[in-house]
Each structure stands twice: as C-alpha cells, then as structure tokens.
C-alpha cells in the first residue's frame, strides 16, 4: 500500500489542523492505520491508531481530548484532527499503516509495514 500524508502547515497556538492520508494500492479496509511524528532531534513517536472498521482508537497521552483520528474506507482515507495546538505539537507527522484485523491497534512503530512521507507542522507561539 502506498500512502501520502498532507495537511500540515503553519499555524498558531491553539489553533487547528486536520491531516488526510490517502492510501492506494491495496483494500484500505483491511489495515490498522497510525499517525507519528516526530520533532527536530527526538525519535519518532506514536500519537493515534485506528483499527481496521474504526471501532478501535488510541492516542498518545500528551494528545488525548485534543486530536481525534478517522478514517472514511470508501475514500481511502485516514483523518487526524489536531485542536488546540501547542507548540510542543511542532513536528512532521507520518501516517503508516499494516495490514491486521486485529480489534485493537498498535502504538509502536516497529509495527508497522507501510510508511507515509511525512507533512510538516509548525505551531507557533
């Protein structure tokens, strides 16, 4: 499966942005899809996962009540909708994805097959 990230961009302190990952190449459906990111001279970090249907979220603590991941499967696409936006927020954003049909989802990255090319978020203050 291939997948593009984009979305990302400048914004404010407390401000909003929605990133899209548009998967092609396989039955999206069937794949646990994850958001990372990771900012100038950390690792990179989980922030949210959905399952195969969306029955099943995660998130990273520091993101929980503020970013609510999606996804639509008709449209091959996967949603992180990222409010209240610090600057600690500031980082490029990768979504990833495997194939599982597994309930829950997976918060490493080592879990994950298939890898975005990232789209940048600037939060300023």
């Known amino acids: 499966v291939q997948l593009q990230a984009f979305g990302g961009g400048l914004v404010q302190v407390g401000g909003s942005l929605r990133l899209s990952c548009a998967a092609s190449?396989?039955?999206?459906?069937?794949?646990?899809m994850g958001w990372f990111r990771q900012a100038p001279g950390k690792e990179r970090a989980f922030v949210s996962a959905?399952?195969?249907?969306?029955?099943?979220?995660g998130y990273a603590d520091s993101v929980k009540g503020r970013f609510t991941i999606s996804r639509d499967n008709a449209k091959n696409t996967v949603y992180l909708q990222m409010n209240s936006l610090k600057p600690e927020d500031t980082a490029v954003y990768y979504c990833?994805?495997?194939?599982?049909?597994?309930?829950?989802?997976?918060?490493?990255?080592?879990?994950?097959?298939?890898w975005g090319q990232g789209t940048e978020v600037t939060v300023s203050s």
């Open positions: 190449g396989r039955t999206f459906s069937g794949y646990t």
């Open positions: 959905i399952n195969w249907s969306g029955g099943s979220t």
């Open positions: 990833a994805a495997v194939r599982s049909d597994y309930g829950g989802v997976f918060h490493g990255s080592t879990e994950y097959d298939y």
